[in-house]
């Protein structure tokens, strides 16, 4: 454990190049180098660790500068790196640079890469846990750059009264990549946030922080540093509010952190017992950082123009205050048990002497005081004591907690050590109830600010329903006047159908009496024809009879003659004959005279016939003439009046047609209302509001109310309707789900029945199959009765055999003494007989292998047989379950058909009727549309189709 060791902050400056608005207006460049360490501005030198011209490039500033931090870091050290100066100074081209570019990329991406090649290099047995937390502060408020969410978040502090960020962001990460996304992530959410980045980043503290936590797996032992890269705002912020003298509230807030950070380090630099690094959260969170536990390094960003002279001093002297602050670093190491335990001795020791140190001194103190002289050698040696103290320290070789600034270190100020703690007790306890109002406030300016937020939102919706209020009035008042427009439309439409109605009727009218008038020309033209015709009948017949009558006359004539010419014969005959007879003569004469006379009279009365027959035939012609004239003027009006006809039916079609189309006309136009009226519905909503604000008249109301009912009736009937038609398509999806399922259901019958016949042939052929087994085990069984039979016979037959031959071997034994001569042939047969034994026993013990192998086939055969039995038993129960669940499935589909089939049915009634309402609204709307003097239900019971006449009733019903 090493000492805790004073090392001063170190502090070193770096100049930007010209830029290029600078060069264009001839700025001159005013800092002067001297040496490494050295700049002067004015004839006035600066010293700094290091001094970096402009020309330096990133990787030497690193190099110098950050390197070896990363070391520092990883060995339980912390660590700061800060950018001081004013905006555009080169602070985040010093600390980020380009953050992708490998020759501009600033220290931090550096850093990052660093961090992890070390962690390559390491021990094997370190275990490291990376985090990274990312924030920017601004306007004291801390706002989490990985989760935009968190927008004032407070600090506190840790058991060892370090102060953090609480509940930021903590991101774990495991290689340089992860680190660089978080930070382009922050940074972007950075961006999104604010609307101007240049004013928002000179105003605004960004601070990445990295942790790193080493564990020894061998020794367990504990490293902790923590990294923090800060990109202040810019300085200038500082000198304005300084140099308009007045302290503007704004400029306060904007960068009391800034000005805070001034005060303390010249609070540090000056040595002040109190530092208030309470006053800010920045100072707050970088306590450490300055005068603490940390090593910290300042990056002085200056700009090198004369332009930015004077706050390029500032910068410099503010630098150099930094200077001449002195942080304590101690390693940040976790004790293992032993280790406490070891130090715990080693301060008791240490406590033991320095007790003893002081006893010495109190002795020496009240000799002193009780007017003794107490001689050199035994006075205290402070020289020596501190030689004592630090043997013990370097017996002690361990590392001792960061001493807290302790009341004791205040001067002038005596406490025992009872007060003292009861003192640090109290002021920790003050911290405590401080950090805790903090929070607390925190927690309530978090609310502000969301009830802000949300004040502005309901601001905006406000706003916005307003704008939406505004423009849904114009729209009303558009559709209010187009309703206008369209009732003055219909009422002309309804009007122009009234005349064309009129028109029509008389129209009608007239066609019906130039009808009646056609019709009576063409009866009394009849009429005329059939006189005509008569006359001419009776023309026919007088001329017949003139010609009767002149045939009469001329056979008259002719007899006459005949009788003339007789008579003047006679009368010459009698002239020869009078001369002997004049008397008879006479006599004959007279009488021819008579006859005469009386023919003459005749002819006379002929004459004056044929005349008047002549005159009446003239009088006929001439009334025959004229009936053809009249004839003729009559079929001349005729055709006039049929053209006049077809002209008045064209004319009656064109108006029919008009009618048609007026009548389209309107029922275009009423449903055009109908859907304003619609559209009037979500308006007429507001227009409530409206009316609320603006009550109008009990007339209008009730006007609307009337309307509003129509409706909502009309609105619900055809949401009816259109629940109806979902309904419908639903159920009809339903059929044809059902419908297919059925089908799915009939190919799985086919394809059961397929199976079931399958299955009923193998069952055939299965009991084929034991009807043979059976008939093989008959006949085996029939083979073995044969086979012991034979076997029975075959024994009996070598009992027999035995026999006969033991008998012959007597009968042998005796005539071998009598004869041998029948030896040989008895030989022979004793040879054929064995020869046949030999083969019979061939034979049996073939057949006893035989009926050895059929009976070892016996229970194979009937274990097969059982099988089989088994297997058709269990085909015969699946092929049962198969049928009955075909059998259930077709009668569940059946329920369902005719379920649907009855839900269909009064569906498609519904739809029916909800039309014909739907076409009596529009009628109803049409009606109440009319203004009066328009007897639309006259119209309508004129012109409009019956079944809507008889709906027409149905609006009293309702
Ligand atoms: P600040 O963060 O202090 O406001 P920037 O880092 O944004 O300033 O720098 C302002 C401009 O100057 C940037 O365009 C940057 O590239 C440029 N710049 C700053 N320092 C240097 C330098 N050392 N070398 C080259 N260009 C620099
Ligand atoms: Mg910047």
């Not at 009727?505 to 009496?513: A, L, M, P, R």
């Not at 299965?766 to 069984?781: M, P, S």
């Not at 064995?834 to 274990?863: G, Y």
């Amino acid at each position: 454990m090493a000492d805790p060791a004073q090392c001063s902050i170190k502090v070193v400056c770096r100049f930007r190049p010209l830029n290029s608005s600078e060069v264009a207006r001839g700025d001159k460049y005013i800092p002067k180098f001297q040496g490494e360490d050295c700049v002067t501005i004015g004839g006035k030198p600066y010293y700094f660790d290091r001094v970096f011209q402009s020309n330096t490039t990133q990787v030497q500033f690193y190099n110098a500068v950050a390197q070896k931090i990363v070391k520092d870091v990883l060995e339980g050290y912390n660590g700061t790196i800060f950018a001081y100066g004013q905006t555009s100074s080169g602070k985040t081209h010093t600390m980020e640079g380009k953050l992708h570019d490998p020759d501009m990329m600033g220290i931090i991406p550096r850093i990052v890469q660093d961090i992890f090649n070390y962690i390559y290099s390491m021990d094997e047995n370190l275990e490291f846990h990376i985090k990274v937390s990312y924030f920017e502060i601004y306007l004291d408020k801390i706002r989490d750059l990985l989760d935009v969410t968190k927008t004032n978040l407070s600090v506190h502090e840790d058991k060892n009264r370090v102060p953090y960020v609480k509940g930021c962001t903590e991101r774990f990460v495991c290689s340089p990549q992860e680190v660089m996304d978080a930070i382009d992530e922050g940074k972007n959410n950075r961006h999104v946030a604010v609307t101007n980045m240049n004013e928002h980043s000179s105003r605004s503290h960004s601070i990445f922080l990295i942790n790193i936590k080493q564990e020894n797996t061998q020794t367990e032992q504990k490293l902790t540093g923590k990294l923090y890269l800060v990109d202040l705002a810019g300085s200038e912020k500082v000198g304005k509010t300084g140099a308009e003298g007045t302290v503007l509230d704004e400029a306060k807030m904007i960068n009391k952190s800034l000005s805070s950070l001034g005060i303390v380090i010249s609070a540090l630099a000056e040595g002040s017992s109190y530092i208030p690094y309470r006053d800010s959260k920045m100072t707050r969170i970088l306590q450490d950082s300055l005068g603490g536990n940390c090593r910290t390094t300042m990056v002085i960003c200056c700009s090198p123009s004369s332009f930015n002279d004077a706050e390029t001093k500032s910068t410099l002297l503010f630098g150099q205050r930094a200077k001449t602050i002195k942080n304590t670093v101690s390693l940040n190491v976790e004790l293992t048990a032993e280790q406490w335990k070891n130090k715990w001795e080693k301060e008791k020791e240490k406590n033991k002497t320095l007790k003893s140190t002081v006893t010495w001194l109190e002795t020496e103190l009240n000799r002193w005081r009780n007017g003794e002289s107490v001689p050199v050698e035994e006075q205290f040696d402070k020289e020596k004591a501190k030689a004592e103290v630090q043997v013990l320290d370097s017996a002690l070789n361990n590392d001792k907690a960061a001493p807290t600034p302790a009341l004791s270190t205040l001067p002038g100020v005596k406490l025992t050590d009872a007060e003292k703690e009861k003192y640090e007790a109290e002021m920790a306890k003050l911290y405590k109830e401080l950090d805790d109002k903090d929070e607390e406030i925190n927690q309530q300016s978090q609310l502000i600010e969301k009830l802000n937020q949300q004040m502005l939102d309901q601001e905006e919706l406000l706003a916005s329903s307003h704008r939406d209020h505004d423009t849904l009035q114009t729209e009303l008042n558009r559709l209010l006047a187009e309703n206008e427009a369209s009732k003055e439309e219909v009422k002309e439409v309804l009007q122009a159908l009234e005349e064309l109605a009129v028109n029509y009727d008389q129209k009608s009218q007239e066609v019906e009496d130039k009808t009646k008038e056609f019709e009576a020309l063409s009866e009394e033209l009849n009429q005329k024809s059939s006189s005509l015709a008569s006359i001419d009948s009776e023309l026919q017949k007088l001329k017949e009879m003139t010609n009767h009558q002149k045939k009469r006359v001329t056979e008259m004539m002719s007899s006459l003659l005949k009788d003339l010419a007789e008579i003047g014969i006679a009368v010459g005959s009698n002239d020869i004959k009078q001369q002997e007879s004049t008397g008879v003569i006479d006599e004959e004469f007279t009488v021819a005279r008579l006859y005469i006379s009386k023919m003459k009279s005749e002819v006379k009365t002929m004459v004056k016939r044929s005349k008047q027959l002549e005159s009446s035939q003239a009088e006929s012609s001439q009334k025959m003439e004229e009936t053809e004239r009249e004839l003729t003027a009559c079929q001349l009006r005729i055709s006039q009046y049929e053209a006049k006809i077809k002209s008045l039916t064209d004319c009656l079609q064109n108006v029919e047609q008009k009618k048609r189309q007026l009548e389209e006309n309107v029922d275009s136009l009423s449903e055009e209302i109908v859907r304003i009226k619609a559209q009037g519905v979500v308006e007429d909503a507001n227009l409530n509001l409206c009316m609320l604000a603006f009550p109008q008249e009990a007339v209008e109301k009730q006007i609307q109310s009337h309307r509003e009912a129509h409706q909502r009736q009309i609105s619900s009937l055809r949401d009816d309707l259109d629940n109806k038609e979902k309904l419908l398509t639903e159920l009809q999806d339903l059929n044809q789900k059902i419908m297919l399922e059925q089908e799915r259901l009939r190919v799985e019958h086919e394809k059961l029945k397929a199976a079931d016949q399958e299955k009923s042939r193998q069952l055939q052929e299965l009991t084929v199959l034991q009807d043979r087994q059976e008939q093989a085990r008959q006949d085996l069984k029939g083979l073995e009765e044969t086979v012991a039979r034979e076997l029975q016979t075959l024994h009996n037959l070598r009992r027999l055999f035995v026999q006969d031959l033991s008998t012959r071997v007597r009968k042998n034994a005796q005539m071998d003494s009598d004869d041998s001569e029948g030896s040989a042939a008895q030989k022979q047969k004793i040879c054929f007989l064995e020869s046949n034994l030999e083969q019979l026993t061939k034979v049996h013990k073939q057949l006893v292998r035989d009926n050895a192998d059929l009976r070892s086939e016996i229970p194979k055969m009937e274990k097969r047989l059982r099988a089989t039995a088994e297997r058709v038993k269990a085909l015969e129960a699946a092929l049962k379950e198969a049928k009955e669940n075909a059998a259930r499935d077709r009668k569940r589909y059946q329920q369902e058909v005719e379920r649907i089939k009855d839900a269909v049915k009064p569906k498609n009634m519904g739809r029916r009727a909800s039309a014909i309402i739907g076409r009596w609204t529009d009628i109803h709307m049409l009606e109440s549309r009319l203004t009066a003097g328009i007897s639309v239900k006259n119209l309508s019971k004129r012109y409009l189709p019956t079944p809507l006449r008889l709906t027409h009733n149905f609006t009293s019903f309702v």
